[in-house]
RNA sequence: GGGCGAGUGGCGGAAUUGGUAGACGCGCAGGUCUCAAAAACCUGUGAUCGCAAGAUCAUGUGGGUUCGAUUCCCACCUUGCCCACCA
């Protein structure tokens, strides 16, 4: 990923990716690739301006010496660029481009204008995309984020959301950045549902992805934005009281309406109800701003009983809970019979709980047929005594017997649960008893007659659904008492027909019946919002666009292109909601600002917003293709040549910003036919962060930056570069530690001291040939700092024989690519090619003589040197002649010999 | 609250599909060189006991599977990152 040149320079954090991909590019082309490995600059957007604003100077001034120094500061750690293909964002050659594709965009209809409320932040006082919301602030500055009304250009990436999301899988990228990706698309499955209301020709849909909990819902709740309220202004009673609402809410900010999680807040509508299409009830409406606007239709079904924020705003306003789904609760009682739910359980009923002392886990049982499990419960009469009922039951369920009760729980007496057969609310007085298991010694059960086909223990968390009514004791009774909806999936309860269906089931049937009347269907949903593209700033692309009194927008024609950013003295944000370039107090801008309608060749005025700084990395990869001399040229042909990027290092903070937006361009670009692949980046691998010495981001505010200038001079690029790799794991983050520094400087110094005299050694030979099957590896897999450290294992092990001149050479070409500066002077001065990669010679993988230890119950003992590929057999009499493994087999029995070739010998006695 | 990951010496970190835990580097200790120091070089370096050979204990905690577990399973503790009223 090209860097974002900024005024303080590079800090010893950056090199480490670009050190990285230099490694990998040096390694492949010895190993004969043609490797394109381009450098280039970000350089329109927000940091530059703001520099610029505050002192004083303009910012192509600024970015044109930040360039300079972060050019320096790359080529004094000798990276081997193309810097002939170099980029640059703001050249108004490369932004020509931009615009171009720009224009494609507005030819198929992705780019539209629109007046909606937009995330506005104002401290660096532009409207923002979603993407660079982070937690209610500025992603850039931190300022809290307000709702603002502005003119925005958009562009409309959801329609490619189904297309972003599918074609991940195909992807060489880190899963987790795959998972936020489509976390951040957030697409769900689910049904939308529509609401007649009482006695008006108007309904309100809503969106859910639990169609199942339809029986259980018992008001409304619309977005205070949502327009039907405007639209029945006149049938609603408290009319003052929900504008007020709706005032409230829009002047609060998106954090101050994420923040207050806890309290919610909410206006009865009166005067109108809603009509539950599945049962014909009638419920209230309310407004309440924890419904959001821009998601699916932003209205929502409230379940209280089975959905958190529900359950507290009916807890708030007291609205009745009704519930609808019980966890899938699975007993089997004594009778062999199973039965979902919860209504098997009779007026006196027992659940036996057992425990296993020794692994804390709880007996089930399975029931073959239904592929259910659960423990062991029944019915009770009146005289008989609970506790041996219970082990009766256990015993002829399970054949245990040797049971400790350890203490009854009358956890549910007297509590209500719904009779799903009889259709009636009926209390059972249940209890919990607890056992535990004193040995493990059984009675043998008929299989065939208790018709249980498996015993099973079971851990805690896996009987989650059970404890949850042991513990927060019925739902019903959790509802009224708990502070929780119960939010899981499970059966059907008070749900007229689809009593007893699961959860899943029961979305699909509910939905295809409410289809069946027109009240509702499947439907999909997307976390996703389309891309607030434009800015209210000066330093970036202009949108090629012209406004036409006549003809309205009309795209610059792609003759006109570039549509240069004029030069202007005065440049600071107006925070108005309006460009800096629209400022026609200036000449310069007002010169720029008027021309002609490419249409009809009228007065018009030209889009003064300009691009986001996203803009221009959306495609840079494929300048670097399209670059001659100071041209850019789309050549589909070479283009494709090299699409997709074989291999992309960047930050893991780029996942859904950079990342996806690059995708989406790609995208378009496909569908245009002007690049020949879906995707722009083959194999992505993530660069760890560098912390400073206090554990925190590297960063100018926190003072903890650290220049490589310096460290440079004292150590040289090869020993700086190759200590980036070796602080840690490549993709993880480490923390720097200057000290770690001078053990590449030592080793370095001991390698310019090279000297070779020897033939060769078959010694040497396994020695090297091992390293370079270790380091090929390695450096194919990014695991530098295991290819450095075989590197260095190398050396010692040879430099205290002696090396051959072969020896010599196929040393410093596996070290050339992280030392190039140093083993291009060795090899200079002692006559050495470093050309290619060394090849390996499986003859030399095998040592002759293996070490192989032996283990007595399960302890090494004794290490034995044998030859390659010794049999079982002959390492038998080895062991049985050895004094020392002797010792430890006082009574020379052997109960158990186990030989795994070439790895260990393991003895039972 | 949801999703994903991580816990190994004084430190950063190594350990193919379960098979000699601690590679490599830093640091530390002792030594060589030096009038001295720095640099450089050599030796040692998980803990406990022992003169030693060696033994015992050690990969967050507690269990389990196995001849054998840093690696697999279960629970717990700690910690990091991302998302977060998305219905």
Redesign the pocket.
């Not at 020794?358 to 886990?361: A, M, Q, T």
């Not at 993880?732 to 923390?735: G, H, N, T």
């Given at each position: 990923m090209f860097p974002y040149p900024s005024g303080a320079g590079l800090h010893v954090g950056h090199p480490r990716g670009y050190t990285a991909t230099d490694v990998y590019a040096r390694y492949k082309r010895l190993n004969g690739y043609n490797v394109l490995h381009p450098m280039g600059w970000d350089a329109f957007g927000l940091p530059a301006e703001n520099f610029a604003i505050k002192n004083k100077v303009h910012p192509e001034k600024v970015v044109k010496e930040n360039v300079a120094k972060f050019k320096q500061q790359l080529k004094n750690f000798d990276l081997q660029y193309d810097w002939d293909k170099e980029i640059n964002t703001t050249d108004p050659n490369y932004y020509r481009w931009t615009q171009f594709i720009f224009l494609k965009l507005f030819e198929r209809g992705l780019a539209y204008e629109d007046e909606s409320p937009i995330n506005f932040c104002p401290s660096c006082k532009t409207g923002l995309a979603n993407e660079e919301?982070?937690?209610g602030s500025c992603e850039r500055c931190g300022s809290t984020i307000e709702r603002k009304k502005i003119r925005q250009w958009i562009l409309k990436i959801t329609e490619y959301a189904d297309r972003l999301l599918e074609d991940l899988d195909g992807l060489d990228w880190p899963?987790?950045i795959k998972?936020?990706q489509r976390?951040?698309i957030?697409r769900?499955e689910?049904s939308s549902i529509i609401f007649d209301i009482k006695d008006i020709d108007k309904s309100i849909e809503?969106?859910?992805?639990?169609a199942d909990t339809l029986f259980g819902c018992t008001w409304v709740v619309l977005?205070p934005e949502h327009q039907l309220i405007q639209n029945l202004k006149d049938k609603i009673d408290n009319w003052d009281e929900v504008e007020k609402y709706i005032i409230k809410s829009q002047n609060k900010s998106?954090l101050e309406?994420?923040e207050?999680?806890k309290e919610?807040?909410g206006v009865e509508i009166k005067g109108i109800t809603a009509i539950n299409p599945i049962n014909g009830e009638e419920i209230p409406i309310w407004i309440s701003?924890?419904?959001?606007?821009h998601?699916?239709?932003?209205?929502?079904?409230a379940?209280p009983a089975h959905?958190?924020?529900d359950f507290?705003f009916a807890k708030k306003f007291n609205i009745p809970i009704k519930y609808v789904i019980e966890p899938k609760f699975v007993g089997i009682d004594g009778d062999g019979a199973i039965k979902p739910g919860l209504d098997f359980m009779r007026r006196n009923a027992i659940c036996a709980i057992v425990r296993n002392p020794?692994?804390?886990?709880y007996l089930c049982v399975s029931w073959k047929k239904f592929k259910m499990h659960g423990l062991i419960t029944g019915g009770i009469e009146k005289d008989e005594d609970p506790i041996e009922t219970a082990k009766r039951e256990i015993r002829e369920e399970t054949g245990y017997k040797n049971l400790k009760f350890i203490k009854s729980e009358p956890l549910a007496i007297n509590t209500q649960f719904y009779h799903r057969v009889k259709r009636e609310n009926r209390w059972a007085h249940f209890q919990f008893l607890h056992f535990e298991l004193e040995n493990e010694e059984k009675d043998e059960i008929d299989q065939k007659e208790s018709q249980l086909h498996d015993i099973l223990w079971k851990?805690?968390?896996?009987l989650k659904d059970f404890f949850t009514v042991f513990e927060g004791q019925y739902i019903a009774d959790l509802l009224q008492n708990g502070e929780s909806a119960f939010t899981g999936h499970g059966i059907l309860v008070n749900s007229a027909e689809f009593d007893g269906l699961e959860s899943e089931e029961a979305k699909k049937k509910i939905t295809e019946k409410l289809k069946a009347c027109g009240h509702g269907d499947f439907s999909v949903?997307y976390?996703l919002r389309d891309w607030v593209f434009s800015r209210q700033r000066y330093w970036g692309e202009p949108i090629p666009i012209v406004h036409c009194k006549k003809c309205g927008i009309v795209p610059v024609p792609e003759k006109d292109l570039p549509v240069i950013l004029p030069h202007v003295e005065k440049y600071e944000p107006t925070g108005d909601g309006t460009s800096p370039l629209s400022n026609e107090k200036d000449p310069a801008i007002l010169k720029w600002l008027n021309t002609k309608c490419p249409k009809c060749g009228g007065q018009a005025k030209r889009e003064t917003n300009t691009m986001p700084q996203w803009a221009g990395s959306c495609w840079y990869y494929i300048a670097y293709l399209m670059k001659d001399g100071s041209k850019y040229e789309w050549n589909k042909e070479k283009i494709d040549q090299w699409l997709p990027v074989d291999l992309y290092v960047g930050g893991?903070?780029h996942?859904?910003l950079h990342l996806l937006y690059a995708r989406f361009w790609h995208k378009i670009l496909y569908d245009e036919k002007l690049v020949g692949s879906k995707e722009p980046f083959q194999k992505l691998i993530n660069v760890g962060t560098i912390l400073g010495v206090d554990g925190r981001k590297m960063s100018k505010s926190f003072g903890n930056t650290i220049s490589p200038d310096s460290l440079l001079k004292k150590y040289g690029s090869d020993a700086l570069k190759m200590y980036e790799l070796?602080?840690?794991?490549f993709s993880?983050?480490?923390?720097w530690?200057q000290?770690?520094i001078?053990?590449?400087?030592?080793?370095l110094?001991?390698v310019e001291k090279i000297s070779y005299n020897d033939k060769n050694s078959d010694k040497n030979n396994v020695i090297i040939n091992k390293a370079i099957k270790k380091v090929s590896n390695d450096i194919e897999s990014f695991?530098f700092?295991?290819a450095?450290?075989a590197i260095?294992?190398t050396f010692?092990s040879i430099h205290?024989n002696s090396w051959s001149k072969l020896d010599v050479q196929s040393f410093l070409t596996l070290l050339y690519p992280f030392a190039p500066k140093t083993t291009t002077k060795i090899s200079s001065s002692l006559k050495i090619n470093i050309k290619q990669w060394p090849e390996i010679n499986n003859k030399y993988l095998q040592a002759e003589n293996?070490?192989i230890?032996v283990?007595i119950?399960?302890?090494?003992?004794e290490?034995l040197v044998v030859k390659n590929d010794i049999t079982e057999k002959e390492i038998r009499d080895l062991v049985d002649s050895n004094k020392k493994i002797k010792q430890w087999i006082p009574s020379g029995n052997i109960k158990?010999f186990?030989f795994?070739k070439n790895?260990?010998v393991?003895i039972?006695v």
């Open positions: 919301v982070v937690g899963e987790p998972e936020m976390n951040w957030g769900s689910g809503v969106y859910t992805t639990r977005a998106d309406r994420t207050l999680q919610k807040t701003d924890y419904v959001l606007a998601y699916g239709t932003g209205a929502v079904m379940v959905d958190d924020r507290q020794k692994n804390d886990n851990s805690k968390n896996e949903n976390k893991a903070e996942a859904v070796y602080i840690g794991p993880q983050m480490a923390k530690d000290n770690g001078v053990g590449m400087h030592r080793f110094q001991k695991n700092n295991t450095i450290s260095i294992e010692n205290s293996i070490i230890p283990q119950n399960g302890k090494i003992r290490q158990k186990i795994v790895k260990i393991s039972v």
